[in-house]
């Protein structure tokens, strides 16, 4: 079984932004010598997550606010003491969600359901460039 | 290394149905050549999700409070907007919660604590049955 | 593909107790055959879970409380009439985060981003000794 280590790179608007990845991911299935197994993702950071979702624009704003209650950006974070960056909601909202996610493929095929899309979610402040990666 | 992609079919009634799928989880080992690795599990479909619990009554109805006050049903979604099916705290819930998990096993047998069985979270407003995917 | 079963025993304070095990993840890769590839971790026990975050003391703080707000200790919880042993938040805490994270690795070091670590939680009401599986 060979492993292959592949960086994707995302380029965010942050700010939870959410960006479906599920071509990019399909898309690394090409260079694999297996048609059936699983990708683990991993988010390099501590201020990003993984999840799936049906990706549509209402749901993506509904997401957004789940969050946004979870972890309000305007509320005291100790956190702002430490660097004075004010992204301490980001830095919670990613912990919760998680920075792992493993899908599995059969055929070269990602077996997600019909409206289930897998979501690269930058909760930090600003633009990044991130790495996600993917075996 | 032999790599099985198995379908576990659930029946749910859906509302934040919690299921105990450990005993199905741990009959699948029975075909698997291996006597030691891990179950990677993945949810097709946008809202249900995977975690593990102590399996008991009385837990079942304080993790589905817990869900109701993460993203309540009776609260406004954009969502609803889109399909008009009213489960946007489905999505919510789900995507919160995630579609994979990894259980390692040991001599055939589930490497889970004495309190700790593996869920499957429905969502979704009724009814369904369900694919689970596991390796 | 040689797997290996590891425990790792934490021993924790609980009540949303936060460890930093990201030295102890990586000292495992020393006995691993692989170069390449990934570790899932797993929770052996229903009140503990894992993820990654920036491990500074203020952002602890603020991890602790979004917990506290999202599953508070002092709320009534029905798994309270089961067993009397008061710890039903640390019950949901658990469920909600997750107990399995899986890590890749690089030329044996972990893929981590440089403020990334990562953290067992142990949301139990007093210290316990936990096992931590690794493959």
Redesign the interface.
Known sequence: ?K?L?TYLKISTKGNTDIIDITQDVQNSLRDCS?R???I?L?V???TGGL????Y????V???KN?FEN??PQNAD??????WGDYN?HS??R???????????F?EKKL???T??QI?FIDFDTSHRNR?L?M?
């Not at 974070?77 to 430490?82: L, P």
């Open positions: 079984m492993l280590t297996l059936e197994g699983q683990p991993f390099q950071g501590s999840t799936t979702m049906e549509e624009t209402n749901l704003k509904d997401i789940a979870l972890a974070y100790a956190h702002h003491i430490t301490g830095h919670v990613a912990s919760l969600l998680g920075p792992s996610l493993t899908v599995p059969k077996t997600l359901g409206w289930q979501v790495n990666i075996h």
